[in-house]
């Protein structure tokens, strides 16, 4: 480590057989918790080449607990997080608003590091139960359209690096990785990124890959559509700049869409989101991103009928119905 970190402070860039190696030795505890901090700040202070992007998405991937689920040709609902925007669960509420619309739903999801609540907090506190089983796995989403794929099971590689990156508190490039690692390969995805020079970077891999993918950045600085500002939208077949009233929907601040500041008020947030009981910004932007995903899923429908679509789901109850049943199946706490 000690050559690849002088190499780095000579303002140098890694090749992408460098960098899938370095995080191999890293997932291998070849490197002391110091030099993997010092590794991780690099990417801090600089940005991340697409190469180096590449070669740690590789290295991750090889390493990954596979789960088959080529079956149901799930869709993966993930942000990379580090937007420091502390929004409620939106990619998660998105996935049982998509679920419940008869779409197959791998989510990928962790713990929070950059953020008080990830979609692994608020789903454990809720009831849901991790495994790596894969019948398990099959069941859930045979039944409910939806499973969880919790990133710290499905990546032993990031065993190392979780307790530094927590101490850290700030965004790291696993946060860049975590939409591009699902462990069930999806050939679907809605990504958000929480800058645009990182959306052309996605753009650029995922054009390399046969995946129907959707990127989205809000250009104000967040890893979704947030209706605070115009956001960016890649796809496999387009490129645009959309807003708020191209989804039919209204313009927001950043009040309207925060989250709580503990994973108690999180979870009281989120049911009551899916309950379809939010105020009318959080259902919107939860529309609004469900819609996208559904879109991704099902290219034939305009993207402000799949808004639609998507807002009565939640206000109907339907994805909140699909979300007890399945906690009710787990034989866990009642939501």
Request: glycine residues 8%; hydrophobic residues 40%.
């Amino acid at each position: 480590m000690k050559e690849i970190l002088n190499h780095l402070f000579e303002h140098k860039t890694l090749t992408k057989a460098q960098a899938r190696e370095v995080l191999v030795n890293i997932a291998g505890g070849k490197y002391n918790q110091s030099q993997i901090s010092s590794f991780l700040t690099v990417y801090m202070m600089r940005s991340i080449t697409v190469e180096e992007l590449e070669g740690f998405r590789d290295a991750l991937l090889a390493l990954c607990h596979r789960v088959d689920l080529e079956a149901y040709n799930p869709i993966d609902l993930c942000g990379t997080g580090g937007d420091g925007k502390d929004t409620f669960n939106i990619s998660t509420l998105s996935s049982f608003v998509v679920a419940a619309n008869g779409v197959a739903v791998a989510k990928h999801g962790n713990y929070g590091v950059s953020s008080s609540c990830g979609s692994s907090n608020v789903l454990e506190a809720l009831g849901i139960n991790f495994t790596t089983d894969t019948d398990a796995l099959e069941r859930s989403i045979e039944k409910y359209n939806i499973c969880f794929l919790h990133a710290p099971l499905f990546h032993p590689a990031m065993k190392s690096v979780g307790p530094i990156r927590k101490e850290l508190g700030v965004k790291t490039f696993f946060n860049m990785l975590g939409p591009m690692v699902n462990p069930a390969f999806p050939k679907r995805q809605l990504v958000g990124v929480f800058s645009l020079e990182l959306a052309r970077m996605y753009g650029y891999l995922y054009q390399q890959t046969d995946t129907r993918y959707t990127i989205l950045h809000t250009l104000d600085g967040y890893d979704e559509i947030s209706l605070t500002s115009p956001f960016k939208v890649i796809s496999d077949n387009k490129e645009a700049l959309l807003d708020a009233a191209a989804l039919g929907l209204p313009t927001l601040e950043h009040e309207q869409i925060k989250g709580g500041t503990d994973v108690a008020t999180s979870a009281e947030i989120f049911v009551k989101v899916l309950k379809g009981e939010g105020t009318e910004a959080q259902t919107a932007v939860v529309s609004a991103n469900a819609g996208m995903a559904l879109q991704c899923a099902r290219p034939e429908l305009g993207v402000q009928d799949a808004v639609s679509i998507a807002k009565e789901t939640l206000e109907s109850g339907k994805a909140y119905h699909l979300f007890q049943s399945l906690v009710k199946d787990q034989k866990l706490i009642k939501v």
